[in-house]
């Protein structure tokens, strides 16, 4: 894990325009990283997501879907954009 990642399972609802944020419920999701990932600095990990194992999370990337296992994902929205063949034992484009 590099520096300054965010990491929150917490997420605000605001449904009702006419009622202050602060006032509106909370929901929290659980984070899960899988071994042996790498996640670069100031990326951001939002609630209910899952970091698979071996997978890479660039830096600055902003994940609010599932990152398969044997991934690398980078943006904001992170998208996966190599996905590692154990066949041919190399990073293919996805």
């Excluded at 894990?1 to 929150?8: E, F, P, R």
């Excluded at 009702?16 to 042996?36: A, F, R, S």
């Excluded at 194992?53 to 990152?67: N, R």
């Amino acid at each position: 894990l590099a520096q300054n990642i965010v990491m929150s399972g917490l997420n605000h609802v605001y449904e009702d325009v006419h009622t202050p944020i602060h006032l509106q419920p909370v929901t929290t999701k659980q984070i899960t990283i899988e071994d042996d990932c790498w996640i670069g600095a100031n990326a951001v990990i939002t609630a209910g997501t899952t970091i698979g194992k071996h997978s890479v999370v660039a830096a600055g990337a902003v994940v609010t879907k599932d990152i398969p296992p044997f991934s690398i994902a980078v943006g904001n929205p992170a998208r996966v954009i190599k996905h590692y063949n154990s066949e041919t034992q190399s990073w293919e484009k996805v």
